[in-house]
């Protein structure tokens, strides 16, 4: 076993076969050490298979990886390697019964907790309460504290950001920012890009089960255009459709929307020549960007019924992926 | 070390206590039962029933309060109704970890699987260890205040020897508790099995044909109403029983390093 501190995270041709379905099919990827990189794609996508297999919670049918130097199929050196490792799960199942200082108690004495006070200065769980009364907020809020306090060099995280308020989620942002900066390598998933666009410096695309992209995000966010809805006349309509760079049209009953991939200010100077009713200019969601750009949307709607198919023939209860 | 017994146990204090409570008032009830039907010429009655039935329910010598303790308290309360509580508990350990999703987080920790496994086992001593010692003062407590004596050798000995049987009943809802993904399913596996070998060997031990079925039941290993009456009992069944909780218990660790969760 040799930890490489330059690359945290290696994962070569990871494969989970499930029979019935591929919910990794050979993902490959490297994660630098001290960056933070996004695990993005829609819903079902596999992400959950990729991290639980990483976490050794899910046996991998081919291929392997290696955590902080450990080999995921090495259960010895794994459980050794966890003691540097913050995990936050996409589904937070703390024991309903206690309270959140119990379980930091627990956590704290099977991995430490050094920062355990500073962390719960920035994410505020109501520690005292049993947990059954918390918020989906405050359970992410306990499970990131849980993640960051014995002050990891590797934290995996699924979907952090689900369930918080705008507010702890720029705190979290910024956090995980300082945390880079310090030299902790993050690795998280999500499936929105505005997320993954404000703290990554890189991003691979997991799509169906495959990774079908790795690229920095500026070069993502250039390829992702905008999200372009518009209110007009059906001339109108027709002549907005005909630019340069407008993907995927869709008409309904007042206007069109679409994709723009080309020059903001030519789409700008095309809609003042026009009577428009209204226009929304935003960032283009996610299943978008993969349908436009990375194939058909049938094709994206497969993966993601066949993905939820081996979830229920896996894990009863938990459609979280 | 033992974090996460001390972790699990604590949470199973609240549920020891209700459960030594309930036998304890159960046990006060039956103890004083005995003095209402003191006149009644028990035997008489029990007479007429068939052998296997009285071997099922362990009644030797109702006329005793340790007969009377043996078939009402320990036959009914901790070969059958105890077997079949740690056989439930012990099949929601894992599996309910798994259903809801706290596994991914125990497994998140620096710990290996086998050495979950057995912690999170370990905490099932609480349950197991209070009844046992707490409710044997209760019963002996109970019984002299109504004025009858109980030798306290046996009554210890009763308790002591239920032990590695409850231990088997647990192992039995561990092995389903890793092997099935859904709590329910695995409690009810492990309760349905301990209670049928329960039964068979009840049925089976009058029958010489297949009398070799009996030996599969841990039921078939501890049996509490000679133990109280004369303090008899037979080591090597104690010793086989915690040679098949040894098994059980290593079957269920290797089922569980296997398995994803």
Redesign the interface.
Known sequence: MSDDPEHPLVVEELTKDYGSVVANDTVSFTVNGGEVFGFLGPNGAGKSTTI?ML?????PTSGSATVLGADIRD??AL??A??R?G?L?A?????E??TGE?VLD??G???GEGRRDEMLELFTPPIERPIREYSTGNKRMLGLV?AFMHDPDLVIMDEPTAGLDPLKQEAFNEFIRDERDRGTTVFFSSHVLSEVRRVCDRVGILRAGSLVELENVEALLHRSGKHVRVHASDAAVAEITALDGVVGPERFAEGVQFIYAGDVNALLRELATHDIRDVELGEPPIEDVFTHYYGSREEADEGDRSEEAADRT?????TDV | MFETVRYEGKRRIRGAAVLTAGIGAYAGFIIWYFTVLEDVDYEEVFNDLPPAMLEAFGIESLSTIEGFLGAQVFNFVWLLGLGLYFAYVGGGIVASDIETGRMDIFLSLPVTRARLLVEKFGALLVPMLAVNALGGPIIYLFVVAVGETIPLDHLLLAHLLSIPFLLVCAGIGLVFSVAVDRAAIAERGAVGTVFVLYLLESVVGGAEAYDWIQYLSPTQYYEPTPVLIDGSFEPIDSAILLVAFAGLLMLSQALFECRDV
């Open positions: 639980r976490l050794g919670l899910l046996k259960e010895a459980t050794e966890k003691r490792i995990y799960p589904h937070l199942g703390f024991e019964g206690v119990t627990y956590h004495a099977m991995k849980q896996t894990r009863a209860g938990e």
